[in-house]
Every structure is written in C-alpha cells, then in structure tokens.
C-alpha cells in the first residue's frame, strides 16, 4: 500500500522559513512527478511546485523566488523549502506523486504564517 508521509508544518511568523518532508513508501510504479498543492480556508487546491521527472521543476508566481522543491530519489522522497513566508501561504499542504497514471496524495500538513 503507497503511504505519503508529510512532515515540517507549524506556525511561523512573517518572514521566516520552513521546510516540508513528504516520505513514499510502498510501491509506485513509473513516477512521472512529485510535488506540492496547497488549499487555503474557502479556497481551491493550487499548485505551489513540480518536479517532472526528466523535464524540470515548476513554481507558482506566488512561490516563485522563495520556495524551492528538490527530491532524495534514493529516499523517495521530495522536499520544499519556504523562505520569506507571508501570511497568505497559510495552508494545508499537500504532497502528490503521480506515478503512471495515478496520483497519489499526502493527508496534509497546516502550516500557518502569523505573528
């Protein structure tokens, strides 16, 4: 059974860091892209950052300059890094693997922007 396993959320005030951890375990076959989306209260799902494998990596205009993705293959695992946090990135975040023709989701992790 695939299991995604977010880690790093919390609270933070305005202008700090974080780093979220998203683990996979279990079996995927043909991983095309792993990444993270984000729902804020009363919001639609985005997408914060991609990395396509074999292609590149891909941002919101929103994250641009500030988050940064990267991925342990060897750990299966991807990571984004938060820096200059602003109050409207507080979010649930979620990690997601597609691999073949799934997706596969993260239950989420809040991470909350505020002084």
């Known amino acids: 059974q695939v299991q995604l396993v977010e880690s790093g959320g919390g609270l933070v005030q305005p202008g700090g860091s974080l780093r979220l951890s998203c683990a996979a375990s279990?079996?995927?076959?043909?991983?095309?892209?792993m990444g993270w989306y984000r729902q804020a209260p009363g919001k639609q799902r985005e997408l914060v950052a991609v990395?396509?494998?074999?292609?590149?990596?891909n941002y919101a205009d929103s994250v641009k300059g500030r988050f940064t993705i990267s991925r342990d293959n060897a750990k299966n695992t991807v990571y984004l890094q938060m820096n200059s946090l602003k109050p409207e990135d507080t979010a649930v975040y979620y990690c997601?693997?597609?691999?073949?023709?799934?997706?596969?989701w993260g239950q989420g992790t809040q991470v909350t922007v505020s002084s």
């Open positions: 997601n693997v597609l691999g073949g023709t799934v997706n596969y």
């Open positions: 279990g079996k995927i076959f043909n991983i095309y892209a």
């Open positions: 990395i396509t494998f074999g292609v590149g990596t």
